[in-house]
């Protein structure tokens, strides 16, 4: 390695860079955090300071869990995101195997066909989502948006996992036939355990829309029983705007756990994006 | 025939059932949809029946001045929500990967982490946290620029017609930054070593080798992006509506196409929601988003030059 490349003030440069990134990147999730657990003057006298015995207070969170339902929300973001996640790794992952490894008429075509929803939004489609929603009974239940976060997910799930799938070697697959197992068997004993990084990547790309997005939770689901907790934050913060403790928390009770979940998961992330991505 | 018949082979049932699950979902939720929406734009609501009305819905959506100037205008502040994107998102993205994928770079993996946080937080979260620090009312931002002696500066951006919109993008790529960042950063690590020493022997080293063999490298990366971002940028509601409301105000300085389908389709205030014409609207998206993918499938990709290694 040629040190001229790497002079002291190269490098000293580049941590600068990175350096004011990372503070614009984090300052407004750090001034949200720790003026949740102010009291509301020193909220306003020293917003930049950090909470001290003195002007350390819980009210916006009392507020937030005596008016807000934000566990039910939790709940339901929950249960939305799960089940959505399996079913579009489970079908993902068998339509995957299916063009992977077989060849038959129309191959290419499914393909294409099932790639389209990668670059076209299911947005797009709302008003007709909305009006079959409304025929099948199945607006205001979580069931409606499962199924829209499901075929939301499946195109690029499809898409990488049939890229992972062509790399399991053949030779292994053709040992199971010898050795009897069906093709169910051989996808779900062989390959999937195989495949089981790439699935975890789709999984963590197919997760943070779905528990991200607004778009459907308002249009479809947003009664007060199956409001999910995006949805829940915005029309919460909407009611209590000139409550700035309470807003601070409920916007802190909604960055917490994806935070949490994110610094647990983000190698994994970063790797996936790093491998697959740009192929 | 018989005998053709009993040599043909068997129907290979395995193939259909690893499919249907997800063309069944895929088909009825999102392709079907999709395509009745773009039917319902040819109709209109006449006394509770839906009568078939050709383009008018379209003409209406161009020409009649009630709804064109709302159109034009969203798609105007549409375009412009893209270029700050482009202008902006996409060079930071560039330049933070390029110091990244240094090779004797310390604490890349913390830089990495905090740097991509925000792109994992919901619109909404991110919209709010900016509101309030951008709030003339707490007095973050007016005090943050006041320690660099630039308070005469500060103005209430997100109520302020002209720069509104501006801020909004800036603060979609502040959220968003960690995507070409991340992609271009992957392009950079897969370009080869011995490429690069090969480059130093030439002399070719610093900013030289990146404009000169760097760059034309990761130009298909910066074009995947660039779709991504148009795509995402014409498809976009959530952060306007959830800092500006679905009025998208000040004086619709911030309605972009997602949030006029949103009022259009629902209504506000004393409008009455109009279905056939907010499909209007999802199909005139979906047929920008048609037209940029098909320039960047036909006419950007296939001319980009891919180096095998």
């Known amino acids: 390695m040629s040190t001229a490349r790497h002079s002291p003030a190269h490098s000293i440069a580049a941590h600068a860079i990175l350096i004011l990134y990372t503070v614009i990147a984090l300052f407004p999730v750090f001034v949200i955090v720790i003026n949740a657990f102010k009291s509301r003057k020193a909220i306003f006298r020293e917003p930049l300071a950090l909470p001290n015995a003195e002007s350390f207070s819980l009210v916006g969170f009392e507020t937030v869990l005596k008016q807000g339902d934000f566990l039910l929300y939790f709940q339901n973001s929950l249960i939305v995101t799960v089940v959505s996640l399996f079913l579009v790794l489970l079908c993902g992952a068998m339509a995957a195997f299916a063009l992977a490894e077989y060849r038959f008429k129309g191959n290419t075509l499914m393909g294409l066909y099932l790639a389209l ?74 390959v999937l355990p195989l495949v089981r990084p790439a699935m975890a990547t789709v999984a963590v790309f197919t997760m943070i829309p779905i528990w991200n997005d607004l778009w459907f939770p308002l249009i479809l689901a947003p009664s007060e029983e199956t409001k999910t907790i995006t949805l829940g934050a915005q029309v919460f913060i909407g009611q209590f705007v000139t409550n700035w403790n ?34 | 025939m018989a005998v053709e018949q009993t040599t043909r082979p068997p129907i290979r049932w395995h193939i259909a059932v690893f499919l249907a699950p997800a063309v069944l979902i895929y088909t009825a939720i999102m392709i079907l949809p999709l395509f009745s929406t773009l039917q319902l734009s040819l109709f209109s609501d006449v006394g509770n029946r839906q009568v078939f009305v050709g383009f008018d819905n379209f003409r209406t959506l161009f020409g009649d001045p009630r709804w064109a100037e709302q159109f034009w205008n969203a798609l105007k502040n549409n375009v ?52 309030l620090i951008l709030s003339p009312l707490w007095g973050v931002a007016p005090n943050l620029l006041d320690l660099v002696g630039l308070k005469s500066l500060f103005q209430p951006w997100l109520g302020k017609e002209a720069y509104a919109l501006t801020t909004l993008a800036l603060i979609s790529v502040w959220q968003f930054v960690g995507i070409p960042m991340m992609l271009i950063y992957a392009a950079l690590l897969s370009i080869p070593d011995e490429l690069l020493e090969a480059a130093e022997c030439d002399g070719i080293t610093g900013m030289a080798q990146f404009w000169k063999i760097k760059l034309p490298l990761i130009l298909p990366a910066i074009g995947i992006i660039s779709i991504l971002t148009f795509v995402g940028n014409f498809n976009a509601f959530d952060l306007i509506y959830s800092t500006q409301g679905a009025l998208a105000g000040p004086d619709f300085s911030t309605d972009i196409l997602g949030t006029l389908m949103y009022r259009t389709f629902f209504g506000f205030q004393l409008q009455l929601g109009d279905p056939n014409l907010g499909a209007a609207i999802a199909t005139a998206m979906f047929v920008i988003i048609l037209i940029g993918v098909s320039i960047y499938l036909f006419g950007i990709q296939r001319r980009l030059r891919r180096y095998q290694f």
């Open chain 2, 80 to 131: 412009w929500f893209f270029i700050v994107h482009m202008l902006v998102q996409n060079p930071i993205g560039i330049l933070l990967a390029a110091i990244l994928s240094s090779p004797l770079l310390r604490m890349r993996a913390v830089y990495r982490t905090a740097i991509f946080i925000p792109t994992i937080l919901s619109f909404v979260i991110a919209g709010f946290a900016w509101k």
């Open chain 1, 117 to 190: 929803g990668i670059m076209i939004p299911i947005r797009l489609g709302t008003v007709a989502i909305l009006q079959m929603m409304v025929a099948s009974g199945l607006v205001n239940t979580r069931t409606a948006l499962i199924l829209v976060y499901t075929a939301q997910g499946l195109p690029l799930a499809i898409f990488i996992l049939s890229e992972f799938m062509r790399q399991v070697s053949d030779d292994l697959k053709n040992a199971g036939r010898i050795d009897g197992l069906s093709e169910y068997r051989i996808f779900f004993r062989l």
């Open chain 1, 246 to 279: 309470a807003v601070l928390a409920a916007l802190s009770l909604a960055i917490l756990p994806v935070l949490i979940l994110y610094l647990i998961f983000s190698r994994q992330l970063i790797r996936g994006i790093t491998s697959g991505a740009v192929k």
